[in-house]
């Protein structure tokens, strides 16, 4: 048998590349023309890339936009690290059916 590939992101900066592992990933922020990709282990990464070209390559469900500026992975919702991340209040409603869904599914 082949072992199981992990779900991942690919990160190219300039003429180098890396993969980031979807279960690495703790939230992914817009800063403005930058990316910040923050993860469990405390390794955080910029890439220059736009919010909705990454949200589009992230194809598991795990991953909710909650707002314009971030991108959270559902399985580190409750941020172990101390980050607070913030939901539009007119979406809430939906952001939380999306969660409860996500988690209630698996």
Do not use: W
């Not at 993860?39 to 955080?44: A, P, S, T």
Request: charged fraction near 30%; charge should be positive; hydrophobic fraction near 35%.
């Amino acid at each position: 048998r082949y072992p199981k590939i992990k779900k991942s992101l690919l990160m190219v900066n300039g003429s180098s590349s890396r993969r980031i592992a979807y279960d690495d990933i703790l939230y992914i922020e817009s800063q403005r023309m930058n990316l910040r990709i923050v993860c469990n282990n405390g390794v955080e990464h910029t890439i220059r890339k736009k919010l909705d070209e990454v949200q589009t390559e992230l194809t598991q469900p795990r991953f909710l936009r909650c707002n314009q500026s971030y991108i959270v992975n559902m399985d580190y919702f409750t941020m172990d690290n101390g980050d607070r991340i913030p939901i539009k209040v007119r979406d809430r409603k939906r952001i939380r059916d999306q969660y409860f869904a996500y988690v209630l599914a698996e």
